[in-house]
Nanobody
Framework: QVQLVESGGGLVQAGGSLRLSCAAS????????MAWFRRRPEKEREFVAA????????KYVDSVKGRFTISRDDANRTVYLQMNNLKPEDTAVYYC???????????????????WGQGTQVTVSS
């Protein structure tokens, strides 16, 4: 079993930065692909970024490429999402997700992840 606890959300002006953190418990960390999804107002949950469980490969949705960076600290079982140059359209609840040995196309979909955090609100004002 894996539990995920997110932190770091908040209110920021457009152009600002935030760093989200997600701490994981359990013994499966080394086999977990980690990702961030978000749910914007009146929209479905969507993929934002993922990092593989082996090799550290990353994937991003086009709208955040060059602005967001996902990384993982294996020693502390934590995954981060550094968000720079934030825009009002980034306003959403951001969710951390973990998928056991997830790889390939499923990394970009909710189907690839068995464990989810409770979500953290990010609000970007214009």
């Amino acid at each position: 079993q894996v539990q995920l606890v997110e932190s770091g959300g908040g209110l920021v002006q457009a152009g600002g930065s935030l760093r989200l953190s997600c701490a994981a418990s359990g013994r499966m960390w080394s086999n977990l692909a980690m990702a961030w999804f978000r749910r914007r107002p009146e929209k479905e949950r969507e993929f934002v970024a993922a990092i593989s469980w082996s090799g550290g490969g990353t994937k991003y949705v086009d709208s955040v490429k060059g602005r967001f960076t996902i990384s993982r600290d294996d020693a502390n079982r934590t995954v981060y999402l550094q968000m720079n140059n934030l825009k009002p359209e980034d306003t959403a609840v951001y969710y951390c997700a973990a998928g056991l040995k997830a790889t390939g196309p499923v990394l970009l979909t909710t189907r690839g992840y068995q464990y989810w955090g409770q979500g953290t609100q990010v609000t970007v004002s214009s």
